[in-house]
């Protein structure tokens, strides 16, 4: 039991905090309030709201409302003099010719019971605050952080602010472990190291979302965040259902913002799953991001540049675009020497299976690697569909082994001379004994083809992969 003279002691000390408390809270009461301005809706020019009287930064949220219709979120994506233009994340109907244009509160930071603080003040962050927290494993979400599974509204969330200060790049801890993908293609010649960001280059129809649902469940990672951004709706149940599966899904997140999403959800839903990565690295996770796909990212901004008047550049993409990608690329790697980290997978899509398209050849740049899915491969039934001499790691010698290293070179190698020899070996016209190194390679073509295929239900185990790849050289 406490002694007497602790207990008064402890008492009165509580009651010295709850004075402080009360003080503060006299203190918010008695300082007056800045008014909210509130603005008009002038015109609706195709996705753009234009407004006057609205003098808040870009990237504030308001409410734009007609009397008797529920108001319509849009974001501030850039201002004329004293017009501003907005960005609906809704539908625009209801809306008409001088409708408020009012913007959301400034959040407010309560006061911590027992410190010694300022009182209850605004902060300067009017951009959206959405949940984040361990309530969103397992669950499927919106851009706006609402459930779309229905099983019930999110726990053990809680809201936070959507823009957070870049890490220092000499703070970064360097990318120096191996990550498992469990993918035998990518462990063995591609190999990934934990906290870098590859891109994931393919045409439509060549098997780039199972590829992606193998690296959710076989990835050694503590969280899976699955961002789908402008794919087909139909794809998204699909994708949870049917390749995610069950094991996966227990300990993912997945942000769906499907093609007919205005433009500023898709990128908001980008953005989202990449705050939600962050959130779990900074407390010490690590975290594989799974991002389908950059492209339609890139589009949605397109949209909205052009909408709000900047002028095209590369093959109608706006500058802009060609901003945003490393803005958002930038976002996840490695955190704090000693923190967590987040592994990047963001799928591109090349038109028309075209290399130089403009945002693939900006993702290359801006990317620690790039894998090349081939239509050809995948219509010859070559699953998955990597086409390893296309594609390369940039931080594969930091995390493999010496030994491993020159093993894939040699593979690379004579997957290259097989390559160069295959019209004559279709013609017949080539004979073994005239070329060494062609014959080891015809010889050996099958093992590796059959190295390279992988069922999207089996694990290929990173040390395995090692070891077959050793093996068929040594053979």
């Known amino acids: 039991m406490m002694p007497p003279i602790a207990a008064s002691d402890a008492a009165a000390r509580r009651r010295q905090r709850w004075d402080r408390y009360l003080a503060d809270l006299r203190t918010q009461a008695a300082v007056p309030q800045p008014l909210e301005t509130v603005g008009t809706l002038l015109r609706v020019t195709g996705l753009v709201l234009e407004a006057a009287g609205v003098r ?64 209850w003040r605004r902060t300067e962050d009017r951009g959206l605050h959405l949940p984040m927290g361990d309530g969103l494993l397992g669950r499927v979400v919106d851009s706006h952080g609402q459930p779309l599974d229905r099983e019930g509204p999110l726990e053990r969330v809680r809201a936070q602010p959507m823009i957070r200060r870049p890490i220092n790049a000499m703070d970064r801890d360097p990318v120096r472990t191996p990550l498992d993908t469990g993918v035998r293609a990518i462990n063995a010649l591609l190999t990934v190291g934990r906290g ?33 951004i402008g794919e087909r709706g139909r794809e998204v149940k699909e994708f949870i259902e049917d ?20 433009p500023l959800l898709r990128m908001q839903g980008a953005s989202y799953a990449t705050a939600i990565a962050e959130h779990f690295r900074d407390r010490g996770r690590h975290v594989l991001l799974l991002m389908d796909s950059l492209t339609r990212y890139a589009m949605a901004q397109r949209e909205i540049a052009l909408a709000i008047g900047e002028p095209p550049a590369t093959k109608g993409y706006p500058p802009s675009v060609f901003a945003k990608l490393p803005q958002l690329v930038e976002r996840s790697g490695n955190g704090l020497r000693g923190h967590g ?135």
């Open 56 to 119: 808040v930064p870009v990237g504030s949220v308001c409410d734009v409302s007609s009397p008797g219709q529920p108001p319509v979120q849009a974001e501030v994506v850039g201002f004329s003099g004293d017009r501003a233009f907005l960005m609906p994340t809704g539908d625009l109907h209801g809306l008409a010719s001088g409708a408020r244009v009012v913007p959301r509160p400034l959040p407010r930071v309560p006061p911590r019971l027992g410190e010694d603080h300022h009182p």
């Open 196 to 228: 870098q960001r590859v891109g994931l280059f393919a045409g439509t129809g060549v098997g780039k979302s199972v590829l992606l649902g193998m690296m959710a469940r076989y990835t050694q990672a503590d969280v899976i965040v699955v961002g789908l």
């Open 243 to 262: 390749i995610l599966g069950d094991e996966g899904r227990a300990r993912s997140v997945v942000v769906a913002a499907p093609a007919d999403a205005p």
């Open 341 to 475: 980290s987040i592994t990047a997978f963001y799928t591109v899509l090349t038109e028309g299976d075209d290399p130089q398209d403009p945002i693939a050849d900006a993702a290359r740049g801006i990317l620690d690697g790039h894998i090349v899915l081939s239509r050809e491969l995948a219509e010859a039934g070559h699953y998955p569909a990597i086409d390893v001499e296309r594609s390369i790691s940039r931080v594969m010698t930091a995390v493999a082994p010496r030994e491993q290293l020159e093993a894939a070179r040699r593979l690379r190698q004579l997957m290259a001379r097989h390559a160069k020899a295959r019209d004559l070996i279709a013609l017949g016209a080539y004979v073994p004994g005239h070329d060494p190194e062609l014959d080891t390679a015809v010889r050996l073509h099958p093992r590796i083809v059959a190295l390279l295929q992988q069922d999207m239900h089996e694990r290929a185990r990173l040390e395995s992969s090692r070891a077959q790849l050793a093996a068929l050289l040594a053979g």
